[in-house]
């Protein structure tokens, strides 16, 4: 019963690490690349998910499409600039 048991707490700690970890560690990669000016970058899992990181993933999309206009208005004003 004990090895039972202890399979049973290994394979919920490794389905743990897998749910959570993998969604934190892309979150992560993710704004990396923001800071880094990659606004084009999307994250691998789905922003229809019922959990939190799919609201985080929903509010990280908006906010890179946000960037991205932002940016295209910023270059767009600095070839106006340049050429007045």
């Known amino acids: 019963m004990l090895v039972l048991a202890t399979i049973l707490v290994a394979a919920i700690a490794i389905w743990l690490t897998y749910s959570i970890g993998t969604p934190v560690r892309e979150l992560g990669h993710g704004m990396r690349r923001?800071?880094?000016?990659?606004?084009?970058h999307r994250l691998p899992f789905r922003t229809d998910r019922p959990d939190?990181?799919?609201?985080?993933?929903?509010?990280f999309t908006t906010m890179?499409?946000?960037?991205?206009?932002?940016?295209?208005?910023?270059?767009?004003?600095m070839s106006v600039a340049s050429h007045e």
């Not at 923001?34 to 084009?40: N, Q």
């Not at 939190?52 to 509010?59: I, K, M, N, V, Y």
């Open 34 to 40: 923001m800071a880094d000016g990659d606004f084009g």
């Open 64 to 77: 890179a499409e946000q960037l991205e206009e932002v940016n295209r208005m910023k270059a767009e004003f």
């Open 52 to 59: 939190e990181f799919g609201q985080l993933a929903e509010s």
